[in-house]
């Protein structure tokens, strides 16, 4: 009995933390924000054309429908099957707090626990999904880090020799990652166990499509900023494209929500001498703001709105 109410309290505290990590994220994105006084957000958003930032925002929605198919081929992967509302709903919520607050493993995870539980999904099954969307990321960022490498000019790693050997030996070890997963999607068929959880390789093909579809999503991200940026500074697409890739990877590995600081002083040692940094990190803020703080917002609302949906539901369930 006492077991039985342990797990009781157990599934409600896990399910009532994606709840709490949601309200972890805003906090943080508040603080990231507060950083940058309110005048200097408003000038950001005035400076850059109206048709930008609609692109920019085309992009950031198109990014979160990648991610969000993060779940769909987590499922697949499971031999699951849901609703596609469902498995949108929760991709869509899931990123935009991790994106925010985070450790993307426990904050994520919290979130899909609370939705997939409701569906009669069991606690390994969520785990497996988690585990294999937390390496379709990784694998991107593998891919990506060794084409971020080659396209990022040197002077953007700094002049010290120590950091060119670093960043050489990341993207060399970015490569082995990548060539290692594939091999082992390849040849490896016996199951990998992790306590009473069991995980197996994918298939190859399957390889191939967390790789497609994790470097997608970072490309979409990409374009978030780019066009954020372009109307001030003249950067040749490719070197963008390379150190966002390296940024955006080195921001979410550091664990800091939202990769702030670590993300801009990459991007300020690649600007030329002459270009003037306020239109940079207006632009950057630009970037947050479209990227960040409005997905969060949105999935907040639609959050309390199927709560409220639930809650509504359930009384009148209650009733008859």
């Known amino acids: 009995m006492k077991k039985t109410n342990f797990k009781r309290l157990f599934k409600k505290a896990v399910s009532w933390a994606g709840l709490f990590f949601f309200v972890i994220a805003a906090v943080m994105l508040y603080f990231q924000l507060s950083k940058y006084p309110l005048e200097d957000i408003k000038n950001a958003l005035f400076n850059i054309p109206i048709k930008n930032l ?10 979160y429908v990648a991610l969000s198919s993060y779940d769909y081929l987590a499922l697949r992967y499971i031999n699951r099957k849901l609703e596609a509302w469902k498995w949108i709903l929760v991709g869509f919520i899931g990123y935009s707090v991790s994106n925010n607050a ?4 426990v904050s994520g995870g919290t979130v899909r626990y609370r939705f997939y539980t409701r569906w009669r999904f069991k606690g390994g099954e969520i785990v497996k999904m988690v585990t294999f969307s937390g390496f379709t990321y990784l694998i991107a960022c593998f891919f990506l880090t060794v084409v971020g490498y080659a396209l990022t000019p040197e002077h953007a790693f700094g002049s010290a020799q120590a950091s ?7 993207a060399l070890g970015s490569l082995i990652g990548l060539v290692g997963y594939f091999l082992l999607c390849a040849f490896y068929k016996k199951p990998i166990k992790i306590g009473k959880i069991e995980l197996t390789m994918p298939s190859v093909k399957m390889a191939t499509a967390q790789t497609l579809l994790g470097s997608f999503d970072i490309v979409l991200a990409s374009f978030v900023l780019y066009f954020c940026l372009i109307p001030f500074i003249n950067i040749p697409f490719d070197v963008f494209m390379g150190v966002f890739i390296v940024a955006q990877v080195l921001g979410v590995f550091s664990q800091v929500p939202g990769g702030l600081g670590v993300f801009e002083g990459l991007f300020l040692a690649i600007l030329p001498s002459d270009a003037n940094t306020a ?16 997905p969060l917002i949105l999935s907040g609302g639609v959050l309390l709105i199927y709560e409220g949906y639930l809650k509504h539901r359930r009384k009148q369930l209650s009733k008859s």
């Open 54 to 63: 609609i692109y920019a925002c085309i992009a950031s929605f198109l990014g």
């Open 102 to 105: 985070g450790h993307a493993i």
């Open 164 to 170: 060119h050997i670093t960043t050489a030996i990341v």
């Open 279 to 294: 239109y940079l990190f207006g632009a950057l803020i630009a970037y947050r703001i479209i990227y960040y703080v409005l």
